[in-house]
């Protein structure tokens, strides 16, 4: 089979926060961003590769309950909802950049005693943000 991962969800609870985090901190290129009955969905990704993350308001899936939506609320304001993992060859000089900006740090570059070096942001709507050296 040829199969690639071509979107991610994570949710979004303030398009313009989500930009400033996703566009103007991380360097993403916005694809498209859609709005629909006071809602928007904003494709984001890396510039020059085809994998994109779609910021989508939560409240648009329709088969939620009234309690069911409260309750991605209370993960969201926590950070325990939506997570993703990113990766860089130069993971020191992409932390600076980042934390430059009015981004949330998580934890600075550390290496894991699970053989990785990696570091973590919140993005607006609290979204752990994960950035992972390549070696």
């Known amino acids: 089979?040829?199969?690639?991962?071509h979107s991610s969800f994570l949710p979004h609870d303030d398009p313009e926060?989500?930009?400033a985090f996703y566009r103007d901190a991380l360097g993403f290129e916005v694809r498209l961003d859609v709005g629909y009955d006071g809602m928007r969905w904003i494709t984001v990704g890396p510039v020059g590769q085809s994998t994109s993350i779609v910021l989508y308001?939560?409240?648009?899936n329709p088969g939620l309950t009234d309690d069911e939506k409260r309750t991605i609320e209370e993960m969201m304001a926590?950070?325990?909802f939506g997570s993703v993992l990113l990766a860089t060859k130069d993971l020191d000089?992409?932390?600076?950049?980042?934390q430059a900006t009015d981004a949330e740090?998580?934890?600075e570059p550390t290496e894991q005693p699970y053989g990785v070096r990696d570091c973590a942001f919140r993005d607006p709507a609290g979204n752990m943000v994960r950035i992972q050296e390549l070696r």
């Not at 308001?57 to 648009?60: H, K, L």
């Not at 000089?93 to 980042?98: A, D, G, L, P, R």
Request: aromatic residues 4%.
């Open 105 to 107: 740090v998580v934890q």
């Open 78 to 80: 926590k950070g325990t």
């Open 17 to 19: 926060a989500a930009l």
């Open 93 to 98: 000089s992409t932390f600076e950049k980042v």
């Open 1 to 5: 089979m040829d199969i690639t991962i």
């Open 57 to 60: 308001p939560p409240q648009a």
